[in-house]
Nanobody, 121 residues
Framework: QVQLVESGGGLVQPGGSLRLSCAAS????????MGWYRQGPGKQRELVAT???????NYADSLKGRFPISRDNAKNPVYLQMKSLKTDDTAVYYC???????????????WGQGTQVTVSS
């Protein structure tokens, strides 16, 4: 199977920065894309940013420029650099991966367990 492990969440003051990272491991033939979604209190889960194996990125319009996504190579890991954080950015941030599974070569989507980001003074 495939596991996604997130790190980097925590408590930060408004205007501060955090970097989230996500590493995938397990039976992976290839990773088509990885990304981040978030779910704030009382809200639905929403897209933050994604990046493909070729390096193409996609962002939520409201976050473009403030939360750049990057990765070291075509497989792992993926980073989300969060800047100028606002209280509205408080949410659980989930890593997502679109994977071709080793062996079966089936395409599967996986989610991490989530990491809490709290922006508060």
């Amino acid at each position: 199977q495939v596991q996604l492990v997130e790190s980097g969440g925590g408590l930060v003051q408004p205007g501060g920065s955090l970097r989230l990272s996500c590493a995938a491991s397990g039976s992976i033939f290839s990773i088509r894309a990885m990304g981040w979604y978030r779910q704030g209190p009382g809200k639905q889960r929403e897209l933050v940013a994604t990046i493909t194996s070729g390096g193409s990125t996609n962002y939520a319009d409201s976050l473009k420029g403030r939360f750049p996504i990057s990765r070291d190579n075509a497989k792992n890991p993926v980073y989300l650099q969060m800047k100028s954080l606002k209280t509205d950015d408080t949410a659980v941030y989930y890593c997502h991966a679109d994977v071709t599974v080793g062996g079966s070569l089936r395409r599967r989507a996986y989610w991490g367990q989530g990491t809490q980001v709290t922006v508060s003074s």
